[in-house]
């Protein structure tokens, strides 16, 4: 795990949540995204679990495919595959409606389905 440093002016620094700049985990408040939305981040880089995990929440919905992209490319680089789990419903915890999570462990890769479950990579982006 990374965390770009465009996400330093916005890491909280002192009390509860205070981590060191440069730090591989941390809050960060308020930070512009790239949909005009507020985004708060919290990022943990698995030390103690073995999952890292980035939490994304607005003040008004839930982020949208192009803002949890946008967190992931700036926690994680291009060609890790982090994923958002749907468990069980009797596992399920929600204590805070407006927020995402991406996973991604770290001591196994982690299997990703044929792209043909997707579609046809050789047809590019189709609008």
């Not at 809050?27 to 999952?51: H, M, S």
Request: one cysteine or more.
């Amino acid at each position: 795990m990374k965390i770009d440093p465009h996400l330093e002016h916005y890491r909280i620094r002192g009390g509860a949540y205070d981590s060191r700049p440069g730090a591989t985990y941390g809050v960060f408040r308020d930070v512009p995204g790239p949909c005009g939305e507020k985004l708060n981040i919290i990022a943990d880089d698995g030390e103690e679990t073995g999952w890292e995990h980035v939490s994304v929440s607005t003040r008004r919905r839930i982020p949208n495919w192009l803002e949890m992209s946008w967190v992931k490319d700036r926690c994680w680089g291009a060609e890790d595959v982090v994923v958002q789990f749907h468990p069980a419903k009797s596992n399920y915890v929600n204590n805070y409606s407006v927020v995402l999570h991406m996973w991604r462990h770290t001591k196994d890769t982690f299997p990703t389905p044929p792209d043909i479950l997707v579609g046809f990579k050789e047809l590019g982006e189709l609008a």
